[in-house]
């Protein structure tokens, strides 16, 4: 069964930068597009961005809200899903899922990231 686990959420201020990690086991990684969700406190969670399978070219799309800001990637050796977040928000404090669909849905645990002075 699919398993995902985020890492590197955190406090960082306003314009500021992290880097999200997701490690991904129990399915042919490169074979499956991937995307990150968001929610915050209160709210629906929301599509955040995506990348196509490798066969498709890893290509990555992105919500309006983070377009130009955020960068999806993808490393295929080392099965880890990436978001790397610059020039953060308070707008985008969150809990950051990373997904994937083989048959069914599948979700991380979440890692919290928060945009505060």
């Known amino acids: 069964e699919p398993q995902l686990v985020e890492s590197g959420g955190g406090l960082v201020q306003p314009g500021g930068s992290l880097r999200l990690s997701c490690a991904a086991s129990g399915f042919i990684f490169e074979n499956y597009g991937m995307s990150w969700y968001r929610q915050s406190p209160g709210k629906e969670r929301e599509w955040v961005a995506a990348i196509t399978r490798t066969s498709d070219g890893s290509n990555p799309l992105y919500a309006d809200s983070v377009k130009g800001r955020f960068t999806i990637s993808r490393d295929n050796d080392e099965r880890t899903l990436y978001l790397q977040m610059n020039s953060l928000k308070p707008e985008d404090t969150a809990v950051y899922f990373c997904?994937?669909?083989?048959?069914?849905?599948?979700w991380g645990q979440g890692t919290q990231v928060t945009v505060s002075s």
């Open positions: 997904s994937v669909v083989v048959f069914n849905r599948y």
